[in-house]
Structure formats: structure tokens, C-alpha cells
């Protein structure tokens, strides 16, 4: 995500960096590499040129500090309007109404029957409130099936009428359901188009005309750019949406949609979402987001993730082990499990301050884990809670059920217990969601590339793309 951007804003502050103050000159070659790598990212020319000339603007109004480069200054002041030009604040949902009616409304492909799906676990999860999924989509075969199988995992109730091909019908039916069985929240996915068309687009207002939604969300897929802007457009012209939902933000899209998207429609960025799983949608921050754009990394959100997996009870548990230096592999397995939780593992790592750019080229895979855990099931109950016991044929045996070579597993036994030795020194401190030294912090990561590695992961696939 804005790979390419965050190395082309990198060469353009290389303009200045050295540079003893600010002048004219440096600060014009400067925006000039900025500008381009707006364009380049898709963000349209008008939109990059206004905001190339408030970073000038700023510039050269400002005198430079003892203790503030020139380079530093300016890195502050594209921070400050990437965040102002993508909202500024984050944007909450309006759900005061009982039940408050969320409309979702884009074109076929851009995600929004997943995203719907993600909403619910959102809310229910994180929001503690009980959502209704309800299916209006009635021209694709699959989307109410595909509504059903999302609502089943993230176990909440849908609301589907398959012989009814009347969406507004269905759109009112399901609201009064929702007030009969105290459902709070009601979320509305509706059908899409591979373009913006009048049936589309006279259906959907007629569903909010309907039921009178609270939000009205426009799901956009990034990676289409600006056309995702373009497109945007046009449907806050007929619907007046409330916010809207940036998708596959984990593909390949060079981030014009993200940052031209506020500016066109005067709308706020309410969420983004990347990947297939459902537990990867976060609400948007545009400092957040800026921070990542500029290579500083998303601590704020590794920190939340973090806790979201936390359990009081379980982390003054593990910590007193920690203490004692009885943390086994029953534990350690429950640490990779809270981490896997949290999300894909590039992305968290990429969270970080400065390792984005040192994992850039390193395949991280999401079953990155898996061989410590084949190692750690093929152990009996009295191996994972006495690792110390583990002899060198308790090994062989283990390397064997696991499908890994002896070394491997030596390894793996050598560097869990060096961890637990420097997780005894570090027994004060632990991360929020009792995960210890598995994270940063505790200085333990996957990687390669001068990247510190997380005990047992020498064997695993991290390689060059």
C-alpha cells in the first residue's frame, strides 16, 4: 500500500535534506519531486498542484529552528496536508436512531457485500451492538448466498427474501424485522453495476427514500484510482452519501482514490479495508494514514490491535511465568496465536517505525507460523509444559511428526531458549494483550534483511519476491 509513494516523497525530501536552511531554490525543487509523485500516484493534477502550493507556501514562511532541519521541516509540513487533505479527523458513524440504518451502495467488484459482512463484525465486536445483514441485492445469483455464508461466520443474523425482487420492498421488510427483534443496527447491502447507470442508481435512492438511512456508505475499490474518484462523484450527486469505504487497499494501487477522494466529494474517509478476512477492516485516520504514507509507521494502530487481543486474567498469568521462567510452549503457541489475531504479518510489521521500508522486498507469508506450530503440536502435553526435557531423542521424534529436519528443531529449542532468558530480564515489561516479548518492544520479529528474528523463525519462507 503507497509503496511507490512513500519512495518517491522519500527522494523528493533528499532535496533538501543536508541542506544548511531553507531557500527558494531547495524548496521549489523540492515541491517540483512532490508533485510529480502526487500525479504519479493517480491523484489528480489540479488537486496535487494546490496542495504542492500550500507545502511551498508553508515553507517559505517558516524559519528554521536550531534543532529542525530543513528536511525535517518540510517532512512536518507535508504530514500536516496530507492529513488536512484527507479529512483531517477521523469521521464516527451516526448511529444514534434505534435502529440506525446503514446503507451500502457502489459498483459490482468493489467489495461491497465483504465489506458489509466486515461491518457486522465491527460493530458487534467492537461496538457491542447487534447488527441485521440484509441481502437487496436482487439481480447477481450469488450475492444473497454469499451474504449468508458472511453473516454465518461472523455469526450474525441476515435477512434474506429470495422469491421478493422488489428491493425496496425487501429494504422496509427488514427494517421493522430489525425493531420486532431488537436488532440496533441495520446494514443494507445493496446491487451494484459495472457502471453507474440510472436503474442502479434510481433503485438505491429509492431504498433511502424508503428507510430513511443514518449512513450512507459508497464502497470504492482503491485500485481503480481515479476513476474510483470519478465514479465517487457520481454517486454523491444523486444519493448525498455520508462517508466512504476505501477497499483492497492491500493490492496493488498507487493511492490517488485516498487522497483525491475527500477533496472531490467534501465527504470524510469512514473506513478502509484490506484483504479477504473478515477481522481486516479499521476505521480511517488520516494521521494515521499520512504517518504510513511517509514511512513513520502506525504504532497507535498496532497498539489497538494489540489490545483488542487482550485478556487481563491470561497476561498477569503469563507474566507471573515470565517472573518465574516457566513459559513453555503451550504459551508460546498462544502468543503466536494472539499475533496471527492481530492481522497479517507484513502489514503489522510494516506498523513500525522504519521497518516498512526494511521489509519492503521480504515475502512474508500469513502461514509464516506454521512449522513452529507443527513443531509444537507434534510435542506431548509433558514436552510444551517442560521444555527443558526435551532430550535429543524427544527431538528426533518431534522432527519426524513435524516434517522437519533435526537442525531445524534444534534451532527452533536453541532460540526458545534464548527467548525465554531475555523474556525473564524484560519480566517488567510486556505489551498491551499479554503479548510480552513477541512484539515489538520485546525487539522479536520475522524478517531478514538486518531485521532482528523472532525465536524458531530461521526455517520459515521469508525470502526475496
Known amino acids: 500500500m503507497f509503496d511507490n509513494l512513500s519512495e518517491r516523497l522519500e527522494s523528493a525530501f533528499k532535496q533538501i535534506k543536508g541542506e544548511g536552511r531553507i531557500s527558494e531554490i531547495n524548496v521549489a525543487t523540492t515541491v517540483k519531486e512532490i508533485r510529480r509523485a502526487l500525479v504519479d500516484a493517480d491523484v489528480n493534477y489540479k488537486i496535487a498542484k494546490e496542495f504542492t502550493d500550500k507545502v511551498k507556501d508553508k515553507a517559505m514562511g517558516e524559519k528554521v529552528l536550531t534543532a529542525v532541519s530543513p528536511g525535517q521541516l518540510m517532512v512536518k509540513i507535508v504530514k500536516d496536508e496530507l ?10 458513524m451516526n448511529l444514534s436512531a434505534r435502529p440506525s440504518v446503514i446503507l451500502i451502495a457502489g459498483l459490482q467488484g468493489s467489495g461491497k457485500t465483504t465489506f458489509s459482512g466486515k461491518l457486522a463484525m465491527f460493530l458487534k465486536n467492537k461496538k457491542h451492538l447487534k447488527p441485521l445483514l440484509v441481502a437487496a441485492d436482487i439481480y447477481r445469483p450469488a450475492a444473497m448466498e454469499q451474504l449468508r455464508v458472511l453473516a454465518e461466520q461472523v455469526k450474525v443474523p441476515v435477512h434474506i427474501e429470495p422469491d421478493n425482487k422488489d428491493a425496496v420492498s425487501i429494504a422496509r421488510n427488514a427494517v421493522a424485522f430489525a425493531k420486532e ?10 446491487a451494484g453495476r459495472l457502471a453507474v447507470d440510472e436503474q442502479m442508481m434510481t433503485e438505491v435512492k429509492n431504498i433511502r427514500d424508503a428507510v430513511q438511512p443514518q449512513e450512507i456508505l459508497f464502497v470504492v475499490d482503491s485500485m481503480t484510482g481515479q476513476d474510483a474518484v470519478n465514479t465517487a462523484k457520481a454517486f454523491n450527486d444523486r444519493l448525498d452519501f455520508s462517508g466512504v469505504v476505501l477497499t483492497k487497499l492491500d493490492g496493488d494501487t498507487r493511492g490517488g482514490a485516498a487522497l483525491s477522494i475527500r477533496y472531490t466529494v467534501e465527504k ?9 478476512k473478515l477481522d481486516t477492516l479499521d476505521q480511517f485516520y488520516p494521521e494515521r494514514m499520512a504517518q504510513r504514507i511517509l514511512g513513520m509507521g502506525d504504532i497507535t494502530t498496532l497498539v489497538e490491535r494489540a489490545q483488542a487481543q487482550y485478556d487481563e486474567a491470561q497476561a498477569k498469568k503469563l507474566e507471573k511465568k515470565i517472573r518465574q521462567n516457566k513459559f513453555d510452549f503451550e504459551d508460546f503457541k498462544e502468543q503466536l496465536q494472539q499475533i496471527k489475531n492481530m492481522g497479517n504479518i507484513k502489514d503489522l510489521l510494516a506498523m513500525i517505525p522504519g521497518v516498512g521500508k526494511a521489509i519492503k522486498d521480504i515475502d512474508i507469508s500469513d502461514d509464516a507460523f506454521k512449522g513452529i506450530e507443527a513443531m509444537i503440536n507434534s510435542m506431548t502435553p509433558l514436552e510444551r509444559s517442560n521444555p527443558d526435557k526435551i532430550d535429543t531423542s524427544r527431538r528426533k521424534r518431534i522432527a519426524a511428526g513435524s516434517g522437519k529436519k533435526i537442525e531445524e528443531v534444534n534451532a527452533f529449542m536453541k532460540q526458545f531458549e534464548q527467548m525465554r532468558q531475555m523474556m525473564g530480564m524484560m519480566g517488567k515489561m510486556r505489551m498491551p494483550g499479554g503479548l510480552g516479548g513477541m512484539m515489538p518492544g520485546g525487539g522479536m520479529m520475522p524478517g531478514g534483511g538486518g531485521l532482528p528474528k523472532l525465536p524458531g523463525m530461521g526455517g520459515l519462507p521469508f525470502g526475496k519476491k
Open 181 to 190: 427483534n431488537k436488532h440496533n443496527v441495520v446494514i443494507i447491502d445493496t
Open 268 to 276: 470524510p474517509i469512514k473506513f478502509v479495508s484490506m484483504g479477504e
Open 83 to 92: 492529513v488536512e487533505l484527507m479529512g483531517g479527523n477521523a469521521a464516527d
